[in-house]
């Protein structure tokens, strides 16, 4: 039998119709059949002890609490909706006034204990629950215990942010009852949601609701019903105040390569990105758990914080390169200023030495120059060597570089956005 809340209110509202209901006849109805000399809250409700009792479960969801990806951990706020028959305390309207429905407290009345299996918190959930109960005149009865449901669901983060994770609660029957003396059986295929609230986070894409025989000691069966729900994440937060910023940051770090030298800044902008990138990486590893697989995510942004690493290294170089120019400038000059000395120290030589000694080398100074043109050249370039040529390795050093970085980030992007969408 299949029945929503607002079948269950209008079914209340046509019983509290009946004329002449007074309230000693219903204080009649709960001293006559929930009195415990003839009432037992812990014995099942059967005439006949040998009979199993059947009891209908269904799941209204009413929102998705919490999804801890660190913690493992899945938390809702839900009702379960359960029905069965007492035939101990059915009764004939027509002695007690036409009263067709009483509402005891749940610890007047046998119930199911009912645990949660799998759950992070207290296991008896309905333990002291003092949701109201509903009794029909032929043992019908309805009870609607509700709260939060925290459980543990091992969560697959492979393809975080774009995931989509299933997450189950499994209720359990008391351990004193075999699947001889209780079964429960589910009355819808899927949860309730005519009170759901969607999620900010999570979407809740399916749910399905279905019970099996839970094995314990010594070959022990319980009944149980396992409540399981399909949900995605929603990634709209996640790309843009995560990835998206890792990719622009990641991107940024290429543009080095376009700062030219001699602004003096090209080493500190790209440590200042790759120290962005590296709080942004930070912060991810933060978010997930460390037990879990590894997230496609995270080997992404590992491999752009690599990117991002060898930039630097290769704008170092660049550096290096740049200035090994100047200290070619500097040994020029070294050397030119020795040879000005050295000449210097010939010519007061000279002075002092013996007037054949100056004959001489007058007569060598009057011999004529046999040297070219061409030589004199020689000797000038080779005096005044080019000083433009590590400029000019490092320009096309950094043109090369900025397109080899940017192919790469451009390769290792599309094939993770490629891995997301077939996922």
């Known amino acids: 039998m299949k029945l929503d809340v607002l079948n269950l209110v209008l079914t209340l509202a046509l019983a509290t119709c009946v004329q002449g209901q007074m309230y000693s006849q219903a204080l009649a109805i709960q001293k006559d059949k929930l009195n415990s000399d003839v009432y037992s809250t812990e014995l099942r409700p059967l005439r006949n002890q040998s009979n199993t009792m059947f009891v209908q479960i269904a799941f209204q969801i009413v929102s998705i609490a919490q999804v801890d990806d660190v913690s493992q951990s899945f938390t809702c706020n839900g009702f379960i909706y359960s029905s069965w028959v007492d035939q101990m305390v059915a009764w004939n309207p027509a002695d007690y006034g036409g009263h067709v429905m009483i509402h005891p407290l749940p610890e007047d009345i046998w119930r199911p204990r009912v645990v949660l299996v799998n759950t992070l918190g207290e296991r008896d959930l309905f333990d002291d629950d003092k949701a109201p109960m509903f009794v029909f005149y032929d043992g019908l009865t309805y009870w609607v215990p509700g709260g939060l449901f925290p459980a543990s669901c091992a969560l697959d983060m492979t393809n975080y942010p774009f995931d989509k994770q299933k997450c189950s609660l499994q209720l359990l029957v008391a351990m004193t009852l075999t699947i001889q003396e209780m079964l429960f059986v589910a009355r819808d295929s899927k949860a309730m949601t005519t009170f759901y609230t969607a999620n900010g986070e999570w979407e809740l894409v399916d749910s399905s609701v279905s019970v099996f025989n839970l094995s314990t000691y010594e070959n022990i069966a319980l009944s149980a019903i396992n409540i399981e729900f399909s949900i995605k994440r929603r990634p709209l937060f996640l790309i843009f105040n995560v990835v998206l910023p890792v990719v622009f940051l990641s991107f940024l770090n290429i543009l080095v390569f376009v700062i030219p030298v001699e602004s003096g800044e090209k080493i500190a902008y790209g440590i200042t990105v790759l120290l962005a990138l590296s709080v942004f990486m930070s912060i991810v590893s933060a978010m997930l758990p460390r037990s879990s ?92 060597p080019p000083i433009n040529r590590y400029k000019k390795i490092g320009k096309h050093i950094d043109l090369v570089s900025f397109i080899v970085f940017f192919f790469v980030w451009l390769g290792v992007t599309v094939v993770y956005m490629s891995l997301i969408a077939t996922s």
């Open 293 to 384: 697989t590894m997230p496609r995510v995270t080997v992404y942004l590992f491999i752009l914080l690599t990117i991002s690493v060898l930039t630097v290294v290769d704008s170092i170089f660049i550096v290096y390169i740049y200035h090994m120019e100047e200290k070619e400038e500097n040994l020029q000059k070294a050397k030119e200023k020795f040879q000005k000395a050295f000449t210097k120290v010939q010519h007061f030589h000279s002075t002092v030495t013996p007037a054949e000694t100056m004959a001489t080398k007058t007569s060598q100074k009057k011999a004529p120059d046999t040297t070219t043109p061409e030589s004199r050249n020689i000797e000038s370039d080779t005096s005044n």
